[in-house]
């Protein structure tokens, strides 16, 4: 998708559900994309949810239970399809309204929420999938184009005044408050916006992990508008 993407990047595209759960992460390519030009009026849909906290977690049941016009019905159902299918392949897809995330302000010099530059970890072998369908997408970033703040020579020597620990103990101080899986944008670096409606697999840190995990960051929210995203 030349045309979405500039050349050189680490995004394989595909154009069918099961290519998008089978096509493996190859190379430098850390991010599976199958674009989709969605119908229906997702607006709606979110118009009619409750956000309960900053960050809902909506059921089937709560969109069932929506009254949509012809419109909004063609969004619900694409959703409904999205959650059972992802869970027929064996995911445990999660749709959330969200307001805002918390946000990290214990420390001036580095953050761990998700509005920085971050990769997802897991103990097993498994992917982060996602998918926007109403409000502000989330965006990946090249790991050519990043540097972990943990070696920036500022930032890593106000880590070790923080640590109480020994030298030996100071790598893991670093995995246990997850300040290595946060990463810094060099200077032009060129963020890559996920778009609406798309459905998105992103590599993951695990032990048996041979590619890079991918670069992405929850981005800063609309005014006066909730997000709609299904992520698993």
Same mark, same amino acid.
């Given at each position: 998708?030349?045309?979405?993407?500039?050349?050189?990047?680490?995004?394989?595209t595909v154009s069918t559900f099961s290519d998008f759960?089978?096509?493996?992460?190859?190379?430098?390519?850390?991010? +599976?994309?199958? %674009?989709?030009?969605?119908?229906g009026d997702f607006a709606?849909?979110?118009?009619?949810?409750?956000?309960?906290? @900053?960050?809902?977690?909506i059921s089937p049941e709560d969109i069932l239970s929506l009254h949509l016009s012809e419109?909004?019905?063609?969004?619900?159902?694409? +959703?409904?399809?999205?959650l059972k299918t992802l869970s027929d392949y064996g995911a445990k897809p999660t749709l959330n309204l969200l307001k805002n995330y918390e946000r990290d302000l214990e420390f001036d010099f580095i953050s761990t929420d998700v509005y920085s530059f971050h990769v997802d970890r897991s103990p097993i072998p498994t992917s982060t999938i996602l998918c926007t369908y109403y409000g502000a997408p989330s965006e990946i970033l090249p790991?050519?184009?990043?540097?972990?703040?943990? %070696?920036? *020579?500022?930032i890593r020597a106000k880590l070790r005044e923080l640590h109480t620990g020994s030298d030996e103990d100071f790598n893991t101080f670093l995995e246990e408050y997850f300040f290595d899986l946060h990463y810094e944008p060099k200077p032009n670096?060129?963020? +890559?916006?996920?778009g609406i409606g798309h459905?998105?697999?992103?590599?993951? @840190?695990? *032990?048996?992990?041979?590619?890079? *995990?991918?670069?992405?960051r929850a981005p800063k929210e609309n005014k006066d508008e909730f997000r709609l995203l299904l992520i698993c």
């Open positions: 998708m030349k045309e979405l993407f500039p050349e050189g990047t680490q995004i394989q759960i089978d096509t493996a992460f190859e190379g430098e390519k850390n991010a +599976i994309f199958w %674009m989709r030009n969605l119908e709606e849909v979110v118009s009619k949810l409750t956000l309960k906290d @900053d960050i809902t977690e419109n909004g019905d063609i969004a619900r159902k694409i +959703i409904l399809n999205d790991n050519y184009q990043a540097v972990q703040k943990i %070696m920036i *020579p500022e670096a060129q963020p +890559i916006n996920l459905l998105w697999k992103l590599s993951v @840190d695990h *032990p048996e992990q041979k590619f890079l *995990p991918c670069i992405h």
